[in-house]
């Protein structure tokens, strides 16, 4: 895995206020035809993702987490990694086989299934930019050419075009309450009581967007003040949208204008 990405100066020390370059690669545990992919940021409950760490200063960790706040070192599964920077570009090889069994490794079979999701995050130390304070990517697709691709596995990855009035989104938006308390470039108000929506389209689907609005218990996102917990089970603060199909659309089709 070759990861390339912009940075002016290389950071590579850590001490005291002092922070080094990083970079990530996050694959789901589980994945394949009609298995939901975890949410983006670090997974969900249930819904585990392994992660390859590699820092500026050359160390390389196997990571696990089931949702923000549940990161955890694991022992060592083989992966190994190298960074370059050079003409304000890092270069960053991850290296490990395929096939890693145990709790918490991910085993990659290309002859099987020959589209393998996954994501990607990287830290500027020089920006103090560490933990949750990273830029990070949608869940995007590794094709293997000699694996076989199951055509209804092949349409979960398939984005579904926002077909919808985006400028009337933005207005329904006050209208149904939602600037009440989330954050996006178009509320002046600037609330924090739900999760900031100001990159929402370029993180996340149509299908999950539209699933977060419906369905906001069904995935929670962890965070302070945005759910309720009662016997162990997680409930999201925010209601399900009441809204027409035709409303609903329209919200969708302006929140992928966020990005």
């Known amino acids: 895995m070759h990861l390339e990405w912009a940075d002016d100066k290389p950071a590579k020390d850590r001490g005291i206020g002092q922070f080094a370059d990083a970079a990530a690669v996050q694959w789901p545990l589980r994945y394949g035809s009609g298995v939901a992919l975890p949410y983006i940021g670090m997974g969900h409950g249930g819904t585990p993702v392994a992660l390859w760490f590699w820092r500026g200063d050359g160390s390389v960790e196997t990571l696990a987490a089931e949702g923000f706040g549940t990161l955890s070192a694991q022992a060592p599964d083989g992966v190994k990694a190298k960074g370059v920077w050079k003409d304000g570009t890092w270069r960053v090889v ?19 299934l020959g589209l393998v999701p996954v994501a990607f995050a990287t830290w500027n130390g020089e ?97 302070k003040g945005y759910f309720m917990e009662q016997d162990g089970k997680k409930t999201s603060l925010m209601p399900p949208l009441a809204a027409s199909d035709e409303e609903l659309r329209d919200i969708v089709a302006f929140l992928k204008t966020l990005r």
Not at 94 to 103: I, K, M, N, T, W
Not at 168 to 183: P, Q, V
């Open 94 to 112: 991850f290296v490990r086989a395929l096939s890693a069994p145990g709790e918490h490794r991910v085993s990659i079979a290309p002859a099987k």
């Open 127 to 223: 920006s103090a930019e560490r933990n949750g304070l990273k830029r990070f990517s949608a869940w995007q697709v590794l094709r293997f050419e000699k694996g076989t691709v199951d055509a209804s596995y092949a349409k979960q990855f398939g984005e579904v075009t926002a077909v919808g009035d985006a400028e009337h989104g933005k207005r329904l938006m006050s209208e149904k309450g939602c600037a009440g308390c989330h954050s996006f470039p178009a509320n002046p108000e600037k609330p924090h009581i739900g999760p900031d929506l100001t990159y929402a389209g370029g993180i996340h689907s149509a299908s999950y967007l539209t699933e977060s609005l419906l369905e906001p218990s069904r995935v929670v996102v962890p965070g």
